[in-house]
């Protein structure tokens, strides 16, 4: 494993085309994808969400699939071939074979398996695939910063971005649950809801998002200011490197007074389910996109959208860049409650990070608000 690491981290030098490198790291991901997917086939009771099962067409996904393995398998040999170190090559192939013992694309559905919990593997497959085919081509073109995709602590962020979405049921749940228990109750408000759902999607989806990030903003703030919060949301900004994976770095308990505290109230308040559903995957893609880096600076845009410039500051390590730009779609709240930070010279934060100490991995991060010394 640790071999593996140290040629994915490898140095420009053996990273340059033709070295092997990128042939044998593509076939990497490529049987990492068809792995999972062919563990998605087998045990779907257990790795997929129900939700999503409706939506897949799974002839679709087999055709993918079996294209998928057949180039992590071309391209593994290609990495043999041409590159000294037969680690990535050996790897993407030992996880074709095992793909291919437990069905490959013709994998049928092992032993119904009567369970009620169930892991997003599905959820984390598609958010890979989707957030990577976006973001990594935008990065290696528009970056910022010239940093590698395998940057410092990319596992412990890529992690937080597995679990995050394996425990897309517990989440959901959490959010859910409460807000039935709040319609069940609602009968008063039930003209409200009805008015709510009956506007157009889009006008509903820009209230979602101004309600939402005005909740969002003063919880943001109170977990900069208030200490016993500080040390949960000191995960999110111990990051050293900002890219798409960064964002995800994110305390558990976080993620579900986040969910908790916007989510309910806007089910809550009687918006529809598509606007919903749209605002969910828009805000994924958003709070992707201000992490990630990219050195677009979006001109007049960025008086009234968040950027990532915006964002970056917020993560910055300069004096100027403490309790800041709180905002996560609309820097007005921050114009308005007196936050507001963007140097009009075009800069960015010389770096990203806290000033005190973090441990490292996710166990450690997790426990961290709880065992802290101080
Ligand atoms: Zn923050
Ligand atoms: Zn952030």
Redesign the pocket.
């Known amino acids: 494993m640790s071999k593996l690491r140290a040629e994915l981290e490898s140095d420009r030098e053996r990273r340059r085309f033709g070295t092997g490198w990128l042939s044998g790291t593509a076939a990497v991901i490529l049987a990492v994808i068809g792995f999972g997917t062919v563990l998605c086939l087998r045990y779907p009771d257990l790795l997929t969400v129900p939700d999503a099962r409706a939506f897949y067409n799974v002839g679709v996904v087999r055709a993918a699939l079996h294209l998928v393995l057949i180039s992590a398998f071309a391209l593994g040999a290609v990495s043999i071939v041409l590159r000294e170190s037969k680690v990535l090559g050996f790897s993407a192939m030992a996880l074709v074979l095992a793909a291919a013992i437990l069905g490959g694309s013709r994998a049928q559905e092992s032993a119904n398996i009567e369970t009620d919990v169930y892991f997003g593997l599905d959820w984390f497959l598609l958010n890979l695939i989707l957030t990577g085919i976006i973001f990594v081509p935008l990065e290696r073109l528009f970056r910022l910063r010239d940093q590698p995709i395998f940057r410092v602590e990319w596992r412990e962020d890529l992690f937080y971005f597995f679990v995050s979405s394996l425990l897309v049921q517990g989440l959901t749940y959490l959010s859910m649950a409460p807000s039935m228990a709040i319609l069940k109750h609602a009968d008063a408000w039930s003209t409200l809801r009805a008015w709510v759902a009956s506007q157009p999607v889009i006008v509903q989806f820009f209230e979602i998002m101004f309600f939402t990030d005005l909740v969002q903003y003063w919880m943001h703030r109170a977990f900069h200011r208030v200490s016993f919060l500080w040390h949960f949301h000191a995960v999110?900004?111990s990051?050293q490197s900002?890219d798409w994976i960064?964002?995800s770095r994110?305390h558990f308990f976080e993620i579900i007074v986040l969910r908790g505290l916007t989510i309910i109230p806007t089910y809550a308040l009687g918006f529809s389910e598509p606007a919903m559903y749209a605002y969910i995957f828009f805000v994924y893609l958003f709070?992707t996109f201000?992490?990630s880096n990219l050195r677009w600076t979006f001109g007049p845009f960025s008086t009234w959208f968040v950027t990532p410039r915006f964002?970056h500051w917020?993560?910055g390590i300069e004096r100027e860049a403490i309790d800041v730009n709180f905002a996560v779609h609309f820097p007005i709240l921050d114009r308005i409650f007196g936050t507001y930070y963007l140097p009009p010279d075009g800069k960015w934060p010389s770096g990203y990070g806290i000033k005190g100490p973090m441990p490292k991995g996710f166990l450690r991060q997790f426990l961290y608000p709880f065992t802290r010394r101080s």
């Open positions: 999110h900004h990051a900002m960064a964002g994110m709070s201000v992490h964002h917020h993560h």
